[in-house]
């Protein structure tokens, strides 16, 4: 075969035509001495003339080139631009180099591990890419994208929109993008576990934003977040790195902006990015974990939790000597105004109380382990507030603002539990599963409540409607372990009565307040001067 002719080349394929492998051939001066190639001959142990690749095998290799040029939009071939699919590609130089394109102008699986490296430590990609002359603007963003983890998504998204299309039948292809999805996930792995090699990448604020500026769920970010969290606890105890260290700053984000949204516009799309984390028993899990408040004791410390943070919005003021927020002087506004103000409210209140009936149900649903972890949320919960029910607490409220959970929390709590129950009170036959001997059920330690399932603290305790001796206390019948109908429906009823009861206590002394106050207008109304307006201020 001529050296200049390259037609009959099998490798030419890889180009867009001859005259541009004519071209690289010319620019990489790729002719070899004579006792160069005998030496290079004797090491491989050839003897005579090497038989060209088969056609099927060079196709095999330009189709899986192209594919992760389209997918990485990186390249070793500054040629490649020419007539080929992709106009724009980031020229990686340093791998060419060490490589020799004389040797190697394409990518496959072994290369593309230390061409994704290379590509996600350019600190500007623009200085490296290489266009079509005909390419006459840039084509995506993705192209000269600089954050890590949203190079390392786009290119995950790629690989699925890719898979997408292929032939299934093709299982050749459908491997080689499995292992490139693989590669992504490592990459990821690595940046998180070696953050100092990527100077300038805030990498959890990077993976919070593509999180919290969804508009809807996306599969590819989905996807990828849960292959990563199964990824860094296969390498947990290898390496060091713990899943929560990557997870945490990412919903203590999402905290901040839940409590930073107020009940009126308070939605579905608020708690959305959540989607994200309830699928996967591993990042539920973490989720739960990281709603566990660091003082169980403390009920006001729930309320200051991720999943707190949603049940926490209100109408009602936060403690009694905070101010309202709405109906500002209510006196001297006319019913048209407070109809107006009272359907937000409602709007509001419903899409929290939907929020925080769908988190809960998912987390109970998503694993047994994650399911324990919110029972003993809710449990825990109620315990630390179960001084709500006291008599004396009505007389010394403000005094137990900041060990107590508030009114709205209490309420917006009781709802969702009450939610929880409907599926009972639908069906008689899930009713009849509860069983009342749970409250006389005693348990000591975490795994005692696991395995009884009961997750409530204090219920022997509480005085029965019909007294009980000594001896008839400790021959109470009980259950060895209690199903979920059972646990729900006493939730349920132990939330109304820390919550709703102590808020009509208030209610009804409210009006009683009102109605002396009234009548005091009345009286000053008669009399006249300045203590009419003051009665008024009051109201």
């Known amino acids: 075969m001529d050296e200049g002719d390259l037609s009959s080349n099998p490798f030419a394929a890889l180009f867009p035509n001859i005259s541009v492998a004519q071209c690289y051939v010319e620019s990489h001066g790729t002719t070899?001495?004579?006792?160069?190639?005998?030496?290079?001959?004797?090491?491989?142990?050839v003897a005579g003339p090497v038989e060209p690749p088969k056609d099927d095998e060079v196709q095999e290799v330009q189709e899986l080139n192209n594919m992760i040029e389209e997918i990485f939009l990186v390249t070793l071939n500054k040629f490649s631009v020419l007539g080929g699919d992709e106009k724009q590609l980031v020229y990686?130089?340093?791998?060419?180099?060490?490589?020799?394109?004389?040797?190697k102008a394409w990518l496959d699986l072994p290369t593309l591990e230390q061409a994704l490296f290379e590509r996600v430590m350019l600190p500007n990609p623009l200085d490296h890419l290489v266009t079509d002359p005909g390419a006459k603007s840039l084509g995506c963003a993705h192209l000269i994208e600089t954050q890590l983890v949203r190079y390392l998504a786009e290119c995950f998204r790629r690989c699925n929109r890719v898979l997408g299309r292929i032939d299934k039948a093709n299982i050749k292809v459908a491997s080689d993008i499995v292992e490139m999805k693989k590669m992504v996930v490592q990459n990821l792995v690595t940046a998180f576990r070696e953050p100092d090699l990527y100077t300038g990448q805030n990498l959890y604020q990077q993976f919070s934003d593509m999180i919290m500026e969804s508009y809807e769920v996306e599969q590819h970010l989905l996807e990828m977040l849960n292959d990563l969290a199964e990824k860094v606890k296969e390498e947990e105890k290898?390496?060091?790195?713990?899943?929560?260290?990557?997870?945490?700053?990412?919903?203590?984000?999402?905290?901040?902006?839940?409590?930073?949204?107020?009940?009126?516009?308070?939605?579905?799309?608020?708690?959305?990015?959540?989607?994200?984390?309830?699928?996967?028993?591993?990042?539920?899990?973490?989720?739960?974990?990281?709603s566990y408040p660091k003082t169980p004791n403390n009920g006001k410390?729930?309320?200051?939790?991720?999943?707190?943070s949603i049940l926490q919005k209100s109408c009602l003021p936060p403690t009694e000597t905070d101010t309202w927020d709405y109906f500002n002087q209510p006196s001297g506004q006319p019913a048209s105004s407070h109809g107006a103000t009272e359907a937000r409210i409602w709007s509001g209140l419903e899409s929290v109380h939907s929020a925080g009936h769908s988190l809960l149900k998912q987390l109970l649903k998503v694993s047994e382990d994650t399911k324990h972890f919110t029972l003993l949320w809710l449990g825990d919960c109620l315990a630390a507030n179960v001084g709500r029910g006291k008599m004396w607490t009505s007389q010394m409220g403000s005094l137990l603002n900041a060990t107590l959970a508030s009114d709205g929390f209490m309420l917006n709590l009781g709802s969702t539990l009450l939610r929880l129950c409907v599926p009972m009170t639908e069906d008689l036959a899930k009713m009849n599963k509860v069983d009342p001997t749970y409250s006389a059920k005693v348990t000591v330690v975490s795994e005692d409540r696991r395995l009884a399932g009961v997750h409530m603290q204090g219920l022997p305790a509480e005085t029965c409607l019909v007294g009980l001796g000594e001896a008839e206390k400790e021959r109470r019948e009980t259950?060895?372990?209690?199903?979920?109908?059972?646990?729900?429906?006493?939730?349920?009823?132990?939330?109304?009565?820390?919550?709703?009861?102590?808020?009509?206590?208030?209610?009804?002394?409210?009006?009683q307040e009102l109605s002396r106050l009234q009548s005091a207008y009345r009286?000053?109304?008669q009399v006249g001067g300045v203590a009419a307006d003051q009665v008024q201020a009051r109201m």
Request: net charge negative.
């Open 479 to 511: 259950a060895a372990s209690y199903n979920f109908p059972t646990e729900i429906f006493f939730m349920a009823h132990k939330t109304l009565d820390l919550g709703f009861r102590p808020v009509q206590e208030k209610f009804i002394k409210l009006n």
């Open 32 to 45: 070899k001495p004579v006792e160069e190639e005998d030496s290079i001959e004797m090491e491989l142990g």
């Open 92 to 103: 990686l130089s340093s791998l060419a180099e060490i490589i020799g394109t004389h040797n």
């Open 301 to 308: 410390a729930f309320e200051d939790t991720l999943l707190g």
């Open 238 to 290: 290898e390496f060091g790195i713990l899943l929560e260290a990557i997870v945490y700053p990412i919903l203590e984000n999402m905290k901040t902006h839940v409590q930073g949204t107020s009940m009126i516009l308070f939605c579905a799309n608020t708690v959305l990015p959540l989607q994200y984390f309830l699928s996967s028993p591993i990042l539920a899990r973490v989720l739960i974990l990281h």
């Open 523 to 525: 009286d000053a109304a």
